[in-house]
């Protein structure tokens, strides 16, 4: 299934998004459940983040925004793609040092 483009200006409203998103596409109510998420590295580099929203019985709903196609993957509970959805403007994903941080 594919999205709309959409334009994100910072990394909480990426987050706020990913979180309604997968809640709108599962029928759950959002703010409900906790949402995880993890910065994705390659060659010790940030190119993504992994969303995992912990809904009713331990059931797991997952999205990733990959930073190199600026996409966002949703995927539901049995591990199929959702929904992609393209970002026109996005927030940056930085590197320092040994840590991550997002900017």
Not at 12 to 30: A, F, S, T
Not at 73 to 82: A, E, I, T
Request: aromatic share 6%; with cysteine.
């Amino acid at each position: 299934m594919q999205g709309e483009a959409i334009r994100i200006d910072s990394l909480e409203d990426l987050r706020r998004y990913v979180h309604e998103m997968i809640c709108q596409l599962n029928d759950l109510e959002p703010g409900r459940f906790c949402m995880t998420e993890r910065i994705l590295l390659r060659q010790h580099k940030p190119c993504g983040i992994y969303y995992c929203l912990h809904g009713p019985r331990n059931v797991k709903l997952t999205a990733i925004w990959e930073t190199d196609r600026q996409t966002i993957l949703f995927y539901g509970s049995d591990g199929q793609r959702q929904l992609r959805t393209q970002l026109v403007r996005h927030p940056v994903l930085v590197h320092r040092g040994d840590a991550q941080a997002v900017a």
